[in-house]
C-alpha cells in the first residue's frame, strides 16, 4: 500500500509539472520548435523528483506516508499519516506467532492529520478563489490563472490521496470498524474539519454512512448517531440549495426528527445535536414545503423555548450558536407572517393572521433598534395592515436599502454579512412591485439593486460548508417581480455579471466554447453548407447562406448560454478541490434542465432551449443526459451537435479551470472524438475538421491559445471598470 501510495503522489506531483513546462514552452509567446526541448526540461525535472518534495500547505510525500518508527526517530516520525508496524518497530521479538501477525495487519492512519491537510488545503484553495476579484493589473490577473491552477492541480492531487487512504482503510475494516478507530475518527473530523467550517457537506453525509453502518454493531454508549444526524440535516438541506430537488430537502427533515425523538436520548452528544435541531427545524421551510404540520412548528418553537432557558446553556453552544438561537427566537412570528402567510394564504384564517400581524408591528415598533430583516418586514407588515401607504413603504425600504448597502458594500461578504443583505430582498421586491409610483421608478430600483447584487456575490468570501448563497442566487435572479422590471440586454448583462461574480472559469469556459462553435459553423458554411438544411426551416443552401449573420449569431449566443443551468448550483462547480460524490455528480447533471429556469425567466431566450438542455447529449441520442430530452428529434439537431462537441473540445483541453484533470492537447482530443462519432459526436463535423486542415488549425490555435485573449476581455469588462 505504501508504495501505491508514494507512487500516486509523485505522479500526480510529476503531471502537475509536466503541464508547467508545457505551458512555458506554449504559452509564453516563445514556442520552441519540435518536442526535443520539452523532453530535455521535462526529463531534467524527473532527475530530480527524488529529492524535491513539493510541499501542499506544508504537507510533503515524505510526511503523508511512511512507517511506524520508534520513539527515538522522533524527526523521520513526524506527522505521519499511514503507519504500518514492522518486525524490527517490537524489542519483544519472543512474542507468539499470532500476536506479531496481528501486529504485521494492524495498519493505523493519522486521521487528526488527514483533516488538518484537508482544512489547510481548504483554506489555500478559498484564498486563490478569493484573490480573484482582488489582483487590479491586467497582465498579473491574467497570469495569476494560470499560477492558480498549478496550485489548485497540487491540492487537488493532495486531496484525492487522502481520501483515497481513508477509504482504502475503512473499507477493510467493511462492516465492523474497530471502536478506537470509530471514535477516533468521528472525533477527529468533527473537532480538526467540521468545528473549523472548511467542511463540505457532501463528505460529511458520506462519511456519516460509511462510519454508521462500520459502527452499527458498537453499543448505542458510544455510537456518534446524533452527529451523523446532524451532519445528514445540514448536508441534504446544503444540497437540497443547489437546484431545488425535494428528496434532499426530505431526507434533511427526517434527519432532524430523529434528532428531536425520544430515541435520541439514548446515544452520546444528544445537548450538541440538539441545538443544532432546534436552529434548523424551527425554519418556516419545512411548512413551506408541507413537511411540517402548524403544530408541529409550534412544537419545535416550544422546545426552542425551554432550551434557551437552560442553566448549562453556555456549556452546550458556543457564542455565535446561541446568537442565533436566541434570533431565531425573537423572529418567530415576523418570520411565519412573512415568509408563509403571503405565499401560502390558505395556511391560516384571516382573523389570526391580523391579531398577530398587529401585536408584531407594536412589538417591534418598541424596539429602539431593528436588524435589517426585521426593518424589512415591519414595513411590509405595516403596508398589508394598512397603516402606511405602498408609496411610503417604498420610499422607507428603498431609503433603508441604500443606507445598508453603503455599509455592504465596504464590508468583507462572509456567510453572515451576504445573508442579511440577501434576506430583505425579497420582501422589497415585492413591496417595489405593488408600490404606487411610477414604472419608471420602479425600473431604475430594481436595475440598482440588480448591480448591487453582482458586486456582492463576487465580494463573497468562499466557504464551503453553506450553500445558502446559491439558493439565494438562483431565487432572486429568477424572480418574476424582479425579471419584470428589467429590459433583455440588462437581463443579460445581469446574469453573465451574476456567472463571472460567482464562477468566472465557468464564463470563461462558455465563452471559449461559443467562439469554438462560432469558427465551426463557419467552416460548414464555407465548405458544406447543406449540413445545415432544415434549421429554422431553410430548405436550401441558398437559404442557409442567406441567413449567415443570424446562424451565428444563434450559435455564439448559444454557446455562450448553454451553461448558464449552472448559476443554480454554484458551489458544486466551483468545489473542485476535492473528487465529486455520487450526491455531487448528480447534482451537476440537472444543470440543463435547470438552465430552463433562467431561459423563462428571460423573454427571448426560449430559442435556446434545446442547445441548452441539449448540450449532454450523444449525437444518437442514447446516451448524455438529461434522459427524457430526445435530441434527435430537435428541429435544430445540427446546432446542438456544434455546440456539444465545442464543449467537449474545450473542456478537455481546458488548462485553468479544471483543477480534477490535466489538460489534453488538440490531437488527443480529436483522436477521442473521432472514436466517439455517430455515437456521441455528429460525425459531419469530426469528418469537415480532417477534410480542411485550414479549419482544423484554426481550431487548433483557438483552443490552445485562446484562453489568453478571453481572460483578458473579461478583465477588461468586468473587473478593470469595478477597481
Request: proline share 3%; net charge positive.
Amino acid at each position: 500500500m505504501k508504495k501505491d501510495c508514494i507512487f500516486a503522489i509523485l505522479k500526480s506531483y510529476c503531471i502537475s509539472f509536466e503541464s508547467i513546462f508545457y505551458n512555458i514552452l506554449n504559452d509564453g509567446g516563445k514556442r520552441v520548435s519540435g518536442h526535443l526541448s520539452f523532453q530535455l526540461l521535462f526529463l531534467f525535472f524527473i532527475l530530480f523528483v527524488s529529492s524535491f518534495y513539493t510541499s501542499v500547505q506544508g504537507i510533503t510525500p515524505g510526511k503523508l506516508i511512511s512507517h511506524k518508527q520508534s520513539s527515538s526517530d522522533k524527526l523521520q516520525a513526524a506527522y505521519p499519516l499511514f503507519n504500518t508496524p514492522s518486525a524490527d518497530s517490537t524489542a519483544e521479538s519472543a512474542k507468539p506467532q499470532a500476536e506479531e501477525q496481528d501486529n504485521a495487519n494492524s495498519d493505523t492512519i493519522d486521521f487528526k492529520l488527514c483533516f488538518d491537510i484537508l482544512a489547510k488545503n481548504r483554506k489555500a484553495y478559498n484564498r486563490y478563489n478569493d484573490s480573484i476579484f482582488m489582483i487590479k493589473e491586467h497582465d498579473k490577473w491574467v497570469n495569476y490563472f494560470r499560477r492558480r491552477a498549478t496550485k489548485n492541480h497540487q491540492i487537488f492531487a493532495a486531496n484525492q490521496e487522502i481520501m483515497r487512504g481513508i477509504k482504502e482503510f475503512l473499507t477493510k475494516h467493511g462492516d465492523s470498524i474497530p471502536e478506537e478507530i470509530y471514535l477516533d475518527f468521528c472525533h477527529s473530523i468533527e473537532q480538526r474539519y467540521v468545528r473549523k467550517k472548511l467542511y463540505d457537506p457532501f463528505l460529511l453525509v458520506r462519511m456519516s454512512r460509511i462510519l454508521e453502518k462500520g459502527g452499527a454493531y458498537l453499543p448505542d454508549s458510544v455510537k456518534y448517531t446524533n452527529v451523523f444526524n446532524l451532519w445528514r440535516l445540514y448536508g441534504y438541506e446544503q444540497m437540497w440549495n443547489l437546484g431545488g430537488d425535494v428528496k434532499y430537502l426530505r431526507k434533511a427533515y427526517q434527519a432532524g426528527k430523529a434528532i428531536l425523538s425520544e430515541d435520541a436520548k439514548r446515544y452520546p452528544h444528544y445537548d450538541f445535536a440538539l441545538a443544532g435541531a432546534l436552529e434548523y427545524m424551527s425554519n418556516t421551510i419545512w411548512l413551506a414545503f408541507g413537511l411540517e404540520t402548524i403544530q408541529g412548528f409550534e412544537e419545535h418553537y416550544r422546545r426552542l423555548d425551554d432550551f434557551l432557558k437552560r442553566e448549562d446553556l453556555d456549556e452546550i453552544v458556543v457564542p455565535e450558536q446561541k446568537r442565533d438561537l436566541l434570533e431565531l427566537q425573537q423572529v418567530k412570528d415576523e418570520a411565519f407572517l412573512c415568509n408563509i402567510y403571503y405565499y401560502t394564504p390558505t395556511i391560516i384564517d384571516s382573523y389570526v393572521r391580523d391579531s398577530l400581524t398587529q401585536a408584531v408591528i407594536s412589538r417591534n415598533l418598541q424596539k429602539a433598534e431593528l436588524s435589517n430583516i426585521a426593518f424589512i418586514r415591519t414595513v411590509f407588515l405595516q403596508m398589508k395592515a394598512r397603516q402606511i401607504s405602498s408609496r411610503e413603504a417604498w420610499l422607507r425600504c428603498k431609503n433603508h436599502y441604500h443606507e445598508k448597502w453603503l455599509k455592504y458594500r465596504d464590508s468583507p461578504m462572509n456567510d453572515r454579512i451576504i445573508r442579511d443583505y440577501l434576506r430583505p430582498l425579497y420582501i422589497f421586491l415585492i413591496i417595489n412591485d405593488e408600490a404606487d409610483v411610477p414604472v419608471s421608478q420602479k425600473k431604475k430600483t430594481i436595475w440598482k439593486m440588480s448591480q448591487d447584487m453582482v458586486t456582492a456575490f463576487g465580494k463573497r468570501k468562499d466557504f464551503q460548508g453553506n450553500t445558502d448563497f446559491v439558493r439565494e442566487l438562483f431565487r432572486l435572479s429568477t424572480h418574476r417581480r424582479l425579471v419584470k422590471y428589467l429590459s433583455y440586454k440588462q437581463m443579460i448583462r445581469f446574469m453573465s455579471g451574476l456567472n463571472v461574480s460567482t464562477q468566472v472559469t465557468t464564463f470563461a469556459h462558455s465563452m471559449h466554447v461559443a467562439k469554438i462553435a462560432k469558427v465551426l459553423l463557419n467552416g460548414v458554411l464555407k465548405h458544406k453548407p447543406e449540413l445545415l438544411q432544415g434549421v429554422f426551416g431553410y430548405k436550401t443552401t441558398t437559404e442557409v447562406l442567406k441567413h449567415k449573420r443570424t446562424l451565428r449569431s444563434f450559435i455564439y449566443e448559444a454557446g455562450m448560454i448553454h451553461d448558464i443551468g449552472k448559476n443554480a448550483i454554484v458551489s458544486v462547480v466551483n468545489n473542485e478541490y476535492l473528487p465529486l460524490t455520487d450526491d455531487e455528480f448528480s447534482i451537476i447533471r440537472l444543470h440543463p434542465r435547470l438552465g430552463e429556469f433562467f431561459l423563462r425567466a428571460v423573454p427571448g431566450l426560449e430559442i435556446f432551449h434545446d442547445t441548452t438542455v441539449g448540450h449532454h447529449k450523444w449525437y444518437n441520442g442514447k446516451g448524455g443526459y438529461p434522459a427524457d430530452f430526445d435530441n434527435t428529434k430537435s428541429p435544430i439537431r445540427f446546432l446542438i451537435d456544434i455546440v456539444t462537441f465545442s464543449d467537449c473540445l474545450q473542456a478537455a483541453t481546458e488548462r485553468v479551470g479544471r483543477n480534477y484533470r490535466i489538460s489534453k492537447t488538440f490531437e488527443v482530443v480529436m483522436s477521442e472524438l473521432r472514436a466517439g462519432a455517430g455515437t456521441k459526436y455528429n460525425p459531419n463535423l469530426v469528418a469537415l475538421i480532417d477534410a480542411y486542415p485550414k479549419l482544423a488549425k484554426k481550431l487548433h490555435h483557438l483552443v490552445e491559445n485562446g484562453w489568453i485573449e478571453i481572460y483578458y476581455h473579461i478583465y477588461s469588462r468586468y473587473f478593470q471598470k469595478s477597481l
